[in-house]
């Protein structure tokens, strides 16, 4: 019988036995650093602005000099000048004097606010009125206002977004460190299998989870190695496996659903190091295992697609994670179940589903067929999680729903 | 004055004026489709499973030659034969025979169903006992039973998931037709721009919506054509823009704070083509224009990073969904909010959060700066809107965060 876990187990047994892989550093230009992992905190070098800056069209003035005006009794200063976009503020501004500033200009030494263009009027002459007072500080932001040296802007394990980019261009680094990306080996076993290209014969079917969990991989930012499909034979899989774990950092393997083959995987990886992990309380899933080759990570993932894609994305994911110093971020999309969902068997189930917007709900409709080969993967939007201890969901139940690589 | 829109009139704009482009399917190789947009239904041509499969180990049999049977009274059954992983079941199976079968094997002709192994007994010469009575059907899918021809697998417009791409890989789809990538032309202007890897001279800041605007898109799904920093020239911008015009399907410009660049690029596309709009009633983002030159939108966005990159996100997004066909799927994650944020500017306002997890609870930190020019986009993970009506949120107040591209 398998020693089976719970998924909190399973996750415990990925913190606790995987690290950080050192050594992934490598620096990419800007533009190619979407999407990838920050290898360090990124802290500002400098001053954003580095300049005291106007975030109005008006006249940068001493505040002082505008106490007390109003319209009737506007404040009269001299123009000295006008500041271009792009370009240095000029010398110091004197007492009574003002000078033209654009939106982002900068603010020359000697100002300590804006005037808004409206609230101004130009007699002429180079005579500037201003009809209302200016209180310091107003309608501008000082050097380093937004950022200063030292300052930590992206936290490493972030996985970089646009505006993240943004943020990273505003302060010069056209060169970002991020991690290098782990190679992941795939294998499917199965003397039943045939590639997608090939018309399968009586008996056969093509390989789902090759195509499938590269993709899953590759959308979560890894490389992966295909071995192709290897068949029922432990001695041709011992030796796939030896060479995807020269090539790559982690290998998963999948299939193997005949009596023989189960045992196969885990006698290889316990033949060539330790097995971590055999079963974990879930439903599809139950039948995965987990082992450690020469400290490189290797995943028996079921043969059945809708399982071997569920326990990548709860184990697999998160154990790539740990690798990759990854932050993992999961947030839930509340839904209302559209039909009830039995689960009675003391696992955990995962349940996949479509997902329909009425007005301002979200309407979840589970997916299921009674061999859920390709049903349970096509057009599915999202999946929720049916606790062991419960035994089932009701229509109209409030859900939480997953909805990553989706 | 600009004559402002609502976000729901400048959405409505978008729809009625603008269509899915014509001639924009190609095939793609199965492993190069993730993430793509579907260009056509994708219907099944076969069945799935092509033949009758037992979902368990055991002996495929006639369910009428098992009924009445018990553990002391067991159905004496003839062996015959032995079905094989991924090869034909052999010849119909004859009355009061059975055949060995693993799960996942084909079940032959004559039986219809499959007894499992634990419910039968070797009792050598080859015969097999069966110690429990089992029902037709039971233990084994039929051919179809999950994909028949002619069944809708996937949806014209859907980005395909790893799922997906499984999903094609069962039915034997190595090639996908799919949406072919936009392009997108990106125009940073403002004389005081420099780009990103050079220092910033007195009154210069460095381009952040060229680098961000075009992450964006990539994310999206886009090819960015970058057209670098154009000076407020109006002359140069024209050209700029006849160039991008030539090679793309629509063209972003951003920036333009200065009086005379403001209109510049309004007036542009009033020369050109016609403008469908100028301004919505947003914070931040207000002078947004929106434009159509050639049949191809011309999108005029704010120089301030934090609002272009909403505009972008809130508006441009969805304009390009509908060039390429492409559905949308938007969906919120509830929040706490965790400090009051004031609006009251008859503004929708847009603001970004950085998410906390408290045990069960997601927690959502408002980023707020004076400036708010790299502070409002680093780090951020998520935004919610603020409607027009509403004076603000209080802190506590369960918030619906969109969570795309974070």
Redo the contacts between chains.
């Keep these: 019988m398998l020693n089976v876990k719970t998924p909190e187990e399973v996750l415990n047994i990925i913190d606790c036995e995987f690290r950080e892989l050192p050594g992934l550093r490598e620096l990419l230009p800007?533009?190619q650093a979407?999407?990838r992992v920050l290898a360090e905190n990124i802290y500002?070098g400098e001053y954003?602005?580095?300049?005291d800056?106007s975030?109005v069209?008006g006249y940068a003035l001493r505040a002082r000099d505008t106490f007390g005006c109003s319209e009737s009794i506007p404040a009269m200063l001299e123009q000295s000048g006008e500041?271009?976009?792009?370009?240095?503020?000029g010398p110091e501004l004197g007492e009574g004097c003002c000078r033209a500033v654009?939106?982002?200009?900068?603010v020359p030494a000697g100002a300590d606010c804006v005037a808004m263009l409206e609230h101004t009027q130009d007699f002429g002459d180079g005579l500037i009125a201003v009809l209302k007072p200016v209180a310091p500080g107003e309608n501008m932001?000082f050097r380093g206002?937004?950022?200063y040296p030292g300052k930590l802007?992206?936290?490493k394990g972030?996985v970089l977004?646009?505006?993240?980019?943004?943020?990273?261009?505003?302060?010069?680094?056209?060169m970002v460190p991020v991690v290098k990306k782990l190679y992941v080996g795939v294998i499917s076993t199965?003397?039943?299998?045939v590639a997608?290209?090939?018309?399968?014969?009586?008996?056969?079917?093509?390989?789902?989870?090759?195509?499938?969990?590269?993709?899953?991989l590759?959308?979560f930012g890894v490389r992966t190695v295909n071995y192709g499909i290897v068949p029922?034979d432990e001695e041709k899989l011992r030796q796939v496996l030896g060479s995807a774990l020269e090539q790559c950092d982690a290998v998963l393997m999948s299939g193997g659903?005949?009596?023989g083959a189960k045992d196969a995987a885990s006698r290889i990886i316990e033949d060539m190091g330790e097995l971590l992990l055999h079963g974990i309380a879930i439903k599809p899933g139950k039948p995965t295992i987990l082992g450690r080759i020469e400290g490189k990570p290797v995943v028996g993932l079921p043969?059945h697609?809708a399982a071997a894609?569920f326990v990548a994305r709860v184990f697999v994911l998160p154990l790539l994670a740990k690798l990759m110093g990854r932050q993992q971020?999961s947030?839930?999309?509340?839904a209302r179940l559209a039909r009830s969902v039995s689960a009675n068997h003391g696992r955990a189930q995962y349940q996949?589903v479509r997902?329909e917007k009425q007005g301002e709900k979200?309407i979840a409709w589970p997916i299921h067929?009674?061999?859920?080969?390709?049903?349970d993967?096509?057009?599915?939007?999202?999946y929720f999680c049916i606790d062991s201890d419960c035994e089932g969901m009701h229509e109209g139940a409030e859900i939480q729903?997953s909805?990553g690589?989706?």
Tied chains: 1, 2.
Excluded at 190 to 193: S, V
Excluded at 196 to 216: C, F, I, T, W, Y
Excluded at 331 to 334: A, R
């Design positions: 800007l533009e979407l999407g500002a954003v602005p580095d300049f800056r975030t069209d500041i271009l976009m792009g370009q240095a503020a654009p939106t982002g200009g900068a932001i206002d937004d950022v802007l992206l936290k972030r977004t646009s505006r993240d980019i943004g943020a990273l261009a505003a302060i010069g680094r056209p199965g003397d039943e299998l997608p290209g090939e018309e399968p014969k009586a008996g056969q079917v093509r390989d789902v989870n090759g195509p499938m969990l590269s993709a899953l590759v959308a029922d659903s005949s009596v043969g697609p894609w971020r947030f839930t999309v509340t996949g997902l979200l067929s009674k061999s859920g080969l390709i049903s993967l096509a057009g599915a939007d999202a729903l909805v690589d989706f």
